[in-house]
């Protein structure tokens, strides 16, 4: 191969690996150096083995980054409980078997 040709392969390679994080490209560098038999399945290798630790470390920066974004926006409280009386729980009751009553005659 004459340096040009390195060159465009190079370019070429580059673009194709330059989005890989760091850690996973190194590991993947490391698993092709001792499985690919051609230099021509350099790349796809290390694109392959690479991609699901790849995927977790951009999972993880999406998040990371989302509570960043998110540190100062404004916290909702807890809502306090509320129990209901008992004259609202027999109107709900009420008012579901009034719903059945009508479910059931809708069915028949």
């Given amino acids: 191969m004459s340096n ?12 194709v690996v330059r989005d890989i994080p760091a850690e996973p490209f190194r ?6 150096q001792r499985i690919v038999e051609h230099p ?6 290390i694109v392959r083995e690479s991609q699901e630790l790849a995927d977790l470390y951009r999972k993880r920066l999406a998040r990371e980054e989302a509570a960043w974004a998110n540190r100062n926006a404004p916290r909702l409280g807890h ?3 509320r129990r209901q009386s008992p004259s609202e729980t027999a109107e709900v009751g009420s008012m579901m078997s009034d ?4 479910l059931k005659g809708q069915a028949e």
């Fill in 99 to 102: 719903l059945i009553a009508k």
């Fill in 27 to 32: 590991s993947a560098c490391a698993r092709a």
């Fill in 4 to 15: 040009d040709e390195r060159k465009i392969w190079l370019m070429a390679a580059w673009a």
């Fill in 79 to 81: 809502a306090p409980e």
């Fill in 40 to 45: 021509a399945k350099l790349v796809p290798t």
